[in-house]
């Protein structure tokens, strides 16, 4: 599961992929199992968020996962095929089960602590409201 935020429609679109990828079992580049691909070159996977979008000299690989991200896709899906239930540790190298619904290989605990809230839990809808658009605003029904 991901959760983003809608604010404008390339952005949308942008973040939505990121977050596939975290999904599909892809660091972020140049973290973990993605070391090897530098985040500076600004693939999907780059940690760091950016209000430019293509059409920059120093963003044209925005729109593209680097090698570090296709070869993670790789494994994450060889993995599901070969063996849907069970999934090798990286780290201990022992077989564990694991369950798409809870979490995939990447796993952040602190994006878990956030979505274990029920929506609305952290903040109240119009706190939300005066977050996004300003003091003041609140749900229009």
Request: glycine residues 8%.
């Given at each position: 599961?991901?959760?983003?935020?809608?604010?404008?429609?390339?952005?949308?679109?942008?973040?939505?992929?990121?977050?596939?990828?975290?999904?599909?079992?892809?660091?972020?580049?140049?973290?973990?199992?993605?070391?090897?691909?530098?985040?500076?070159?600004?693939?999907?996977?780059?940690?760091?968020?950016?209000e430019e979008?293509?059409?920059?000299?120093?963003?044209?690989?925005?729109?593209?996962?680097?090698?570090?991200?296709?070869?993670?896709?790789?494994?994450?899906?060889?993995?599901?095929?070969?063996?849907?239930?069970?999934?090798?540790?990286?780290?201990?190298?022992?077989?564990?089960?694991?369950?798409?619904?809870?979490?995939?290989?990447?796993y952040d605990?602190?994006?878990?602590?956030?979505?274990?809230?029920?929506?609305?839990?952290?903040?109240?809808?119009?706190?939300?409201?005066?977050?996004?658009?300003?003091?003041?605003s609140d749900?229009?029904?």
């Open positions: 599961m991901s959760v983003i935020e809608k604010s404008g429609y390339v952005r949308l679109v942008y973040t939505a992929t990121h977050e596939l990828g975290h999904s599909l079992g892809a660091s972020h580049d140049g973290q973990g199992a993605a070391r090897a691909c530098k985040a500076e070159d600004g693939f999907i996977m780059t940690p760091e968020v950016t979008f293509p059409g920059k000299p120093y963003c044209k690989n925005a729109w593209l996962f680097s090698r570090c991200s296709v070869n993670s896709f790789k494994v994450t899906l060889r993995t599901k095929i070969k063996s849907p239930d069970k999934v090798r540790d990286k780290v201990s190298d022992k077989v564990r089960r694991t369950c798409v619904r809870k979490h995939g290989l990447y605990p602190e994006y878990h602590e956030h979505v274990k809230s029920e929506p609305g839990e952290v903040f109240k809808v119009r706190e939300q409201c005066e977050l996004i658009v300003g003091r003041g749900l229009c029904e």
